[in-house]
């Protein structure tokens, strides 16, 4: 499996972002893919994530209300579109991938495949 984000740049406060994952190697209409984030001096934490196969999705408190995640099968492309970004957003951005259903919020443990990370940069 191989998952590649892009999407990552830099943003005034209030702005919007759209982070995307591309994923192959593998069918995934079983899996459960994800985005986590790391901020400067900070654990990785999850953002949000999607059971492929039936696009049902799970959020982080710190996103919810302000960003969905989505999948496109034909292009095996997952996406985190973000508004009103904040500059505590600040991180570094990484897409994953289990073969496992999981449900809810979830450590970054539970996560076999994992993309390089993109940036994203919130100024106030």
């Known amino acids: 499996v191989q998952l590649q984000a892009s999407g990552g740049g830099s943003v005034q406060a209030g702005g919007s972002l759209r982070l995307s994952c591309a994923a192959s190697?593998?069918?995934?209409?079983?899996?459960?893919m994800a985005w986590f984030r790391q901020g400067p001096g900070k654990d990785r934490e999850f953002v949000a994530a999607?059971?492929?196969?039936?696009?049902?999705?799970f959020y982080g408190d710190s996103v919810k209300g302000r960003s969905t995640i989505s999948r496109d099968n034909a292009k095996n492309t997952m996406y985190l579109q973000m508004n009103n970004l904040k500059p505590d957003d600040t991180a570094i951005y990484f897409c994953?991938?289990?073969?496992?259903?999981?449900?809810?919020?979830?450590?970054?443990?539970?996560?076999?495949?994992w993309g390089q990370g993109t940036q994203v940069t919130v100024s106030s």
């Open positions: 994953a991938a289990t073969p496992l259903k999981i449900y809810g919020s979830s450590l970054p443990n539970e996560y076999d495949y």
């Open positions: 190697g593998r069918t995934f209409s079983t899996y459960t």
């Open positions: 999607i059971w492929w196969g039936t696009g049902t999705t």
